[in-house]
Nanobody
Framework: VQLQASGGGLVQAGGSLRLSCAAS????????MGWYRQSPGKERELVAI???????KYGDSVKGRFTISRDNAKNTMYLQMASLKPEDTGVYYC???????????????WGQGTLVTVSS
C-alpha cells in the first residue's frame, strides 16, 4: 500500500490550494484518512481527519478555512485550503488506516509529504 500526496506549492497569503492523497496497492478497506503538517521548528500536528462515512474533525487553527473530503471509489482524499496564512507553511503529510487485501488487521500508512509555502 502506498499513499501519494500532491498539490503543494507556493501561494500568497489569502490564497488557496488543493492537496490530494491517492492510496494505491492491495487495499481491502480504508478507515480514517487524515492530513498532518509539520511546520519549521514545530512538531507534527493534526490538520484534519475524515472517516470512511464522511465524519470530519479539524485542528483548531484551520477550522472554517480548510475542508477535507474523500472519494472512496478512487481511494483518494483531498484538502481544500482557503484564506491561507504564512503560519500554514509546512510539509503536509497524508495518513490512512488501511486493511490490506487478505488482512483483518489495520495498518497505518503515511505519504511522503508535500510542501506548502505561504508568503506574506
Amino acid at each position: 500500500v502506498q499513499l501519494q500526496a500532491s498539490g503543494g506549492g507556493l501561494v500568497q497569503a489569502g490564497g488557496s490550494l488543493r492537496l490530494s492523497c491517492a492510496a494505491s496497492g492491495s487495499i481491502r478497506v480504508i478507515n480514517d484518512m487524515g492530513w498532518y503538517r509539520q511546520s519549521p521548528g514545530k512538531e507534527r500536528e493534526l490538520v484534519a481527519i475524515i472517516g470512511s462515512g464522511g465524519k470530519t474533525k479539524y485542528g483548531d487553527s484551520v477550522k472554517g478555512r480548510f475542508t477535507i473530503s474523500r472519494d472512496n471509489a478512487k481511494n483518494t482524499m483531498y484538502l481544500q485550503m482557503a484564506s491561507l496564512k504564512p503560519e500554514d507553511t509546512g510539509v503536509y503529510y497524508c495518513n490512512a488506516e488501511v486493511f490490506p487485501d487478505g488482512s483483518y488487521l489495520p495498518y497505518e500508512y503515511w505519504g511522503q509529504g508535500t510542501l506548502v509555502t505561504v508568503s506574506s
